[in-house]
Nanobody
Framework: QVQLVESGGGLVQAGGSLRLSCAAS????????VGWFRQAPGKEREFVAA????????YYADSVKGRFTISRDNAKSGVYLQMGSLKPGDTAVYYC????????????????WGQGTQVTVSS
């Protein structure tokens, strides 16, 4: 069993930066791949970024490539999403998820989810 708790969300102006954290508990966290997803009001949940259990490979949605960076520290049971050059379109609730999937962009393969953290980007 893995529990995930996101933090770091908030209100930021367009062009600004935020760093989201996902704190995990559970002995098996380090064997799971981790993804970040987001859901804006009235829209479906969408893939943002993912990282392999080893941290050696990362994957990004085209909409955030070059602006967001995902990383993890298995010793601290943490996964991070550094977000830069934020746009109003990035406004959403951001979720981290963990699971054995290699279908990074599909929420189905992630077994564990956090409660989410709100990110609001003002214009």
């Amino acid at each position: 069993q893995v529990q995930l708790v996101e933090s770091g969300g908030g209100l930021v102006q367009a062009g600004g930066s935020l760093r989201l954290s996902c704190a995990a508990s559970g002995r098996t966290f380090s064997v799971y791949h981790v993804g970040w997803f987001r859901q804006a009001p009235g829209k479906e949940r969408e893939f943002v970024a993912a990282i392999r259990w080893s941290g050696r490979s990362t994957y990004y949605a085209d909409s955030v490539k070059g602006r967001f960076t995902i990383s993890r520290d298995n010793a601290k049971s943490g996964v991070y999403l550094q977000m830069g050059s934020l746009k109003p379109g990035d406004t959403a609730v951001y979720y981290c998820a963990a699971g054995p999937t290699t279908s990074w962009g599909s929420a189905i393969g992630y077994d564990y989810w956090g409660q989410g953290t709100q990110v609001t980007v003002s214009s």
